[in-house]
């Protein structure tokens, strides 16, 4: 679980890294807290943001708006199903122009087969 989580997590670092880009002297922030059993870990970056028409596509298999060589487009769908397996969720806002939040949220209590 823990090295599923770890990838999900590097997954949202790189992601805000190549949406600030280069030179731009961005800013990524990671806030955590806990609310009924779960506990939420959120990525926010200044960055460009994500197009609103984009917003439902970004979890699909193979979408990616980067150049070919730099992305596969299955960082976040393969982020979503190691979240689901978890009985978790993730939340995603954004405004182009203005940055991108990723909010993941997971049961501090995991079932005994989910441990693993
Ligand atoms: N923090 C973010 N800011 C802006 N756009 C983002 C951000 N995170 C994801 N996206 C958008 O979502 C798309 C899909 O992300 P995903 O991580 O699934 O694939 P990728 O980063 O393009 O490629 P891979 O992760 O497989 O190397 C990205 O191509 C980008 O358009
Ligand atoms: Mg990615």
Known sequence: ???QLNQVF???LINASHAI???N???ITIRTGTENGMVWVEFSD????????????I???FFTTKPVGKGTGLGLSLSFGIIEKHHGRIEV???????A????????????EEKT
């Open 93 to 99: 806002e954004s405004e182009v122009g203005n940055g």
């Open 21 to 23: 880009g280069d030179g």
């Open 10 to 12: 590097m997954n949202m």
């Open 1 to 3: 679980m823990a090295s």
């Open 46 to 57: 200044t960055g460009k943001g994500i197009a609103p028409e984009n917003l439902n596509r």
């Open 59 to 61: 979890f699909d298999p």
């Open 101 to 112: 939040t990723f909010r993941v949220w997971l049961p501090v209590r995991q079932s005994r």
């Open 25 to 27: 002297h961005g800013k």
